[in-house]
């Protein structure tokens, strides 16, 4: 579904993306894990069009999207939910998730129902304005609002940052839970662990570079990856 080929890309002169490949089928949750610096948030802001590459090539659903405006984007299907949240805090939960819907407002009512239904607790907070939600349900919210788009892939990049560890595992859960939906998944995520616990397969991204790539699962009990990154 997601084809990215000898990608370069970065903020200057020193592209912080050295040609990689990644490959994400359809219906596959796929984690990009990584040091910090190591290019992994630079590859989503590439792929999501907010940054332009100098070389190399982004294929979505078999279509080039290497030079594609953002919006056009979100418009094939590929939605990227931000690191930092981003929440309009002024605006209701509610109002937080209609701003999304109109990618695919004819749908809004079946999107709705099944952000609540995987977000319970934004149910029940629909009213409360986004400011005032704690971290985590601010995350939730963020997701959420990733799915009004209708998207058939989404980019989630750090969902953990700065929550407690039970919210952590909760998040990555709904990673797991969008991609049984149905769709497809692109996670940068800093918790090594639970991301190749919850993923099909994984690369690994060092300095722009990718060092290794594979199932999850042989990844983690690779002793290189688990002296880099797990505590194991």
Do not use: W
Not at 39 to 67: C, E, M, N, Q, Y
Not at 123 to 139: A, D, H, K, M, W
Request: charged share 20%; aromatic share 4%.
């Amino acid at each position: 579904m997601l084809t990215i080929e000898n990608l370069t890309s970065g903020y200057g002169k020193v592209p912080a993306l050295d040609s990689i490949s990644v490959e994400v089928g359809e219906g596959e949750l796929v984690t990009i894990i990584g040091s910090n610096g190591a290019g992994k948030s630079t590859l989503l802001k590439t792929v999501s069009g907010l940054i332009r590459p100098t070389a190399g090539t982004v294929t979505f659903d078999g279509r080039d999207i290497s030079r594609s405006r953002p919006d056009q984007i979100v418009a094939a299907g590929l939605v990227h939910c931000p690191e930092g949240r981003h929440v309009f805090p002024e605006l209701s939960v509610l109002d937080n998730l209609r701003m999304a819907a109109h990618v695919n407002r004819k749908a809004f009512d079946q999107q709705l129902d099944e952000v609540l239904t995987l977000f319970p607790r934004l149910g029940e907070r629909r009213t409360q304005i986004g400011g005032s939600l704690s971290g985590g349900e601010q995350q939730m919210l963020a997701i959420g609002r990733t799915l009004m788009a209708g998207p058939k892939l989404v980019m989630l990049d750090e969902p953990s940052l700065g929550l407690a560890p039970i919210i952590v595992e909760q998040v990555l859960d709904v990673a797991v839970a969008i991609r049984d939906s149905g769709r497809t998944v692109l996670l940068v995520e800093q918790n090594a662990e639970l991301a190749l616990e919850a993923s099909d397969r994984a690369y690994v991204l060092e300095r722009g570079r990718v060092v290794d790539s594979g199932p999850a699962r042989d990844l983690m009990n690779s002793p290189t990856i688990q002296k880099a990154y797990l505590a194991g």
